[in-house]
């Protein structure tokens, strides 16, 4: 006769720690065994669908649907004795929601005018009680996104065109699906016409009207020389079509001798340029710590030779100058907010680009740093994608959690790309990408953050992870996936050689803030991917 023998108990864990989930949410279950001590343990799962688990302690589904709907319970068995295991865990019954998010726009007509008032509202089915932020996708230009379920757009325009859509966001790592588009068309009035319009017709008049007059037009200062042929096109009495942005008078004249009435009022042509104007940040990540030194610059697409000056706007505490570059050597809290720029012809002030897209920078405060992101392994911002990658964490914590912020700025911890060994974690090679991490303890504090950069590449530079301090050495260097050198070395800094001999190592002795900048390295015809390379004070 063959006994069974149960031992322990098995407990049944969900993250995160709620039963009623979205569709497309990732959670994990977890199964623990109570007093299980140094045992080793296989484990079965009870699960609704279809989709077994494997014989581990941890079960995640990464994208949920309706389907993963019921209940789950687990048991562990000792891999020694197979005939000896816990009793089943208590279930956890689990309900998944089917989540699209819709959208709803108000005035609902099919045609908006310019100066309206517009409210787009992002609506989530059986999503009453939970508690959500919301991202928009709008496709224009001068708007911002907001994190609540109304969007408004006061006194719209015709840059508000475009198309949106909206979803809803619980955390990090929760979210439902994108809405279906919403098409919204701005029409303009007759108003705003001389505002926007490339090619615009002005009419002078006298009153009351009378015959023999002729018309004679000014642009910039009345003082000026009456507007010719090649500069507008005349045509009819009174009236020209103009290209070109600035400050417009006319006045009427007859007789012999020339009798000329006053000059009329002016009006403004602000010629909107179609050439786009965009704001990129260096480093490329929108969520910095505090003390980090980014720049950011405005670029004008397809702006050719023409010389620009530039205009900011900003919702920070801190504005930029007329400068195309913004260069912060020193973030803080107060430098968190939504830049945008656009450009501005310098020989003709009323002919600009219109304002840039936002971009949205997060400062966060560092803290003290009692904890530190310790040692990436290997020790350099760029891998290749066959390097086995893992980050440590040190401080005064007994708790760990070591994460992460990708390029399209989603937050994960080490649970989901690798496996967390006390203040470890190692980095899955198929979940290996770019990202920024840090570290945080278990009372909440973060740690520094550092840059990983994986690269398909066959060659990468070996530079510093972290800051490095005036006066210290340091040397940089160019690594090879498989071949070896045989010739010459280039370094680069800020696109400048530096450095071109049979040397694979570029050594400073003394660091100083001159040689802050982006590095890289070139061997035959393999250029490396720049890095970032920030030298403190002593």
Not at 470 to 492: A, H, I, W
Request: net charge negative; hydrophobic share 25%.
């Amino acid at each position: 006769m063959i006994m069974c023998l149960e031992l322990n108990r098995a407990s049944l864990t969900l993250q995160p720690n709620w039963p009623q989930i979205f569709s497309s949410e990732t959670i994990t279950f977890r199964c623990e065994i109570q007093g299980g001590g140094d045992t080793q343990w296989t484990y079965e799962w009870k699960t609704p669908s279809s989709e077994k688990p494997s014989n581990q302690n941890e079960h995640s589904i990464r994208s949920a649907t309706v389907s993963h709907s019921g209940e789950y319970s687990c048991k562990g068995r000792m891999k020694h004795a197979q005939q000896s295991s816990t009793e089943w865990s208590d279930p956890i019954k689990l309900t998944v929601f089917d989540s699209k998010a819709s959208l709803t726009l108000q005035p609902n007509g099919p045609q908006i005018f310019s100066g309206e008032t517009i409210t787009l509202r992002c609506e989530i089915d059986g999503g009453r009680d939970s508690h959500w932020t919301y991202e928009w996708e709008p496709t224009s230009s001068n708007t911002q996104s907001p994190t609540h379920s109304e969007y408004r757009i006061i006194s719209a325009t015709e840059s508000h065109s475009g198309e949106y859509r909206c979803k809803g966001r619980k955390d990090s790592y929760s979210s439902t699906e994108w809405s279906d588009y919403i098409r919204l068309t701005v029409s303009c009035k007759l108003d705003c016409l001389s505002s926007i319009m490339t090619i615009v017709t002005l009419t002078c008049s006298v009153n009351p009207s009378s015959s023999g007059w002729k018309y004679f037009w000014y642009r910039g200062e009345k003082t000026s020389e009456p507007l010719t042929t090649p500069d507008v096109v005349f045509l009819s009495t009174g009236q020209i079509r103009v290209s070109q942005g600035g400050l417009y008078w006319c006045r009427g004249g007859r007789g012999d001798p020339v009798y000329y009435t006053e000059y009329s009022d002016s009006i403004s042509i602000n010629k909107i340029f179609a050439n786009k104007a965009v704001v990129t940040l260096q480093p490329n990540w929108s969520e910095i710590y505090s003390g980090e030194k980014i720049t950011l610059r405005c670029e004008i697409k397809d702006g050719g030779d023409t010389e620009w000056t530039y205009e900011w706007k900003t919702n920070s505490s801190k504005k930029p100058s007329n400068q195309n570059e913004h260069s912060i050597r020193s973030t803080t809290v107060s430098h968190s907010g939504e830049y945008r720029c656009k450009g501005r012809m310098k020989h003709d002030q009323q002919s600009s680009t219109e304002w840039s897209d936002p971009i949205k920078l997060t400062v966060f405060d560092s803290k003290s740093h009692h904890i530190y992101f310790n040692i990436i392994h290997p020790d350099r911002v760029q891998h290749f994608t066959s390097d086995s990658v893992s980050v440590n964490c040190e401080g005064n914590s007994t708790e760990w959690r070591v994460m992460r912020l990708t390029e399209n700025s989603y937050h994960s911890h080490c649970s989901f790309w690798g496996t967390m060994n006390g203040s470890t974690c190692n980095i899955y090679s198929y979940q290996q990408t770019d990202a920024v991490h840090w570290c945080e303890s278990g009372s909440g504090e973060f740690s520094n953050a550092v840059n990983i950069t994986i690269l398909k590449t066959d060659i990468i530079l070996v530079s510093p992870v972290h800051p490095v301090t005036e006066g210290d050495s340091v040397s940089l260097s160019c690594r090879l996936r498989r071949q070896t050198f045989e010739s010459n070395v280039f370094f680069y800094l800020n696109e400048k050689l530096i450095q071109n001999d049979t040397r694979r190592e570029l050594n400073i002795s003394a660091v100083s803030k001159s040689d802050e900048g982006f590095y890289k390295c070139q061997y035959s015809q393999q250029v490396s991917a720049q890095s970032w390379m920030s030298v403190n004070g002593e």
